[in-house]
């Protein structure tokens, strides 16, 4: 079984998954080889990413497949790179709870790509998508760090995000359109609802053991 267990102060989220050994994260491995033809095809490309008139035709398949598409072959390995460690660090621990990252963050994206107020019309990328697991895997990794010094990737990470938003510029790959850093954001609060939602869960389960 995968299920895993949050303690109180969500110091640690266990899994049984390294008891018996190493174990393939298969989830990360599917998503990462269905994103290269998406990208890496012209015609497979312009079937697949997110456009909102078109989805509001009726191609809702884009409202998944938009995040697995890539500009660039430059978009595409520097994705595909931070998708792979952070997705499948998290998956080792936890597969339900990558599962539970991803559809968080496929809501919340969608519904602000979706959303009148947003500034693009056609977007592309896992980037927005892989903040969610990398948002929870940074957590989860200082919080096993004996010092403070756990948190500075995480410190790291949030620097990145902040100067994203001010230069309206992807920090290290390169698309052939404009970059969205917006998508950045709601993934990372995505994997800080999870994060919420996870420690809600422990605590109203303490709660009740404590008046067994």
């Given amino acids: 079984m995968n299920d895993f267990r949050v303690n109180p102060n969500l110091n640690r989220i ?14 990360t491995l599917v998503i990462i080889l269905i994103s290269l033809p998406l990208s890496l095809s012209l015609p497979l490309f312009e079937l697949s990413y997110f456009d909102q008139q078109l989805i509001q035709q009726g191609q809702l398949w884009r409202l998944v497949s938009g995040h697995l598409s890539h500009t660039s ?24 709870l990558l599962l539970a990252a991803l ?13 009148p107020s947003t500034s ?23 919080r096993k760090q004996p010092s403070v010094n756990g948190w500075i990737p995480l410190i790291i990470c949030l620097g990145k995000l902040i100067w994203e938003q001010f230069s309206q510029h992807a920090l290290l790959s390169q698309s052939t359109w404009p970059t969205y850093p917006a998508a950045h954001i709601v993934g ?7 994060i919420l939602m996870i420690w809600s869960h422990s605590q109203i389960k303490s709660n009740s053991s404590t008046h067994m």
């Fill in 14 to 27: 266990k899994s049984p998954a390294f008891a018996g050994g190493f174990r393939l994260p298969f989830i």
């Fill in 73 to 96: 072959l430059s978009h595409l390995q520097w994705d595909l790179l931070a998708f792979a460690l952070a997705a499948g660090y998290l998956e080792l621990h936890s597969r339900k």
């Fill in 103 to 115: 559809l968080t963050a496929l809501v919340l994206l969608d519904t602000h790509l979706m959303s």
């Fill in 120 to 142: 693009i019309s056609r977007y592309a990328g896992l980037s927005g998508m892989l903040f969610t697991p990398l948002t929870i895997s940074l957590v989860i990794f200082a």
């Fill in 188 to 194: 990372s609060l995505a994997g800080l609802l999870v």
